[in-house]
């Protein structure tokens, strides 16, 4: 299933432009088991995983503020070197929802990040 990023609740685009779209899954097992009364207790364990080619599609174009950045030029500084296409792939840890309760999905974990170009947490090699 595909999925485009847009503005956030903050009403900026940093996901959208950073990723833009790209390609989502989630797997999971359901796990049902005989309880204390007899009735079944049922939970499942399920991932989300994403993933995308960036790369830049002739025809394609971003607007940045008060110019335009068009796929050509980027595919452009990637020919000459200046830039380059790349794979970007993730996985969530694996959530446990109890189904028997009833309860709300979970909140997705707060990874405690910044997520700033100097958090360590989000690059192992940033300095």
């Known amino acids: ?22 390609m989502t899954n989630t797997t999971g097992v359901v796990m049902a088991v005989p309880g204390p009364d007899g009735k079944p207790q049922v939970s499942v364990d399920y991932q989300v995983n ?31 070197g200046q830039a380059e296409e790349f794979d970007l792939r993730g996985s969530s840890s694996v959530q446990r929802h109890d189904l028997t309760s009833g309860g709300a999905w ?3 974990e707060e990874l405690g990040q910044d997520g700033t170009r100097t958090d ?8």
């Not at 080619?53 to 500084?77: F, H, I």
């Open 1 to 22: 299933m595909g999925y485009t990023h847009d503005k956030g609740p903050d009403g900026m685009a940093n996901w959208y432009l950073a990723v833009g779209s790209g």
């Open 50 to 80: 994403v993933w995308d080619r960036y790369n830049w599609d002739p025809g394609k174009a971003t607007p940045l503020g008060p110019t335009t950045v068009t796929d050509a030029d980027m595919a452009s500084m990637h020919t000459t």
């Open 106 to 108: 979970p909140d997705p």
């Open 120 to 127: 360590i947490g989000r690059n192992g090699d940033a300095r």
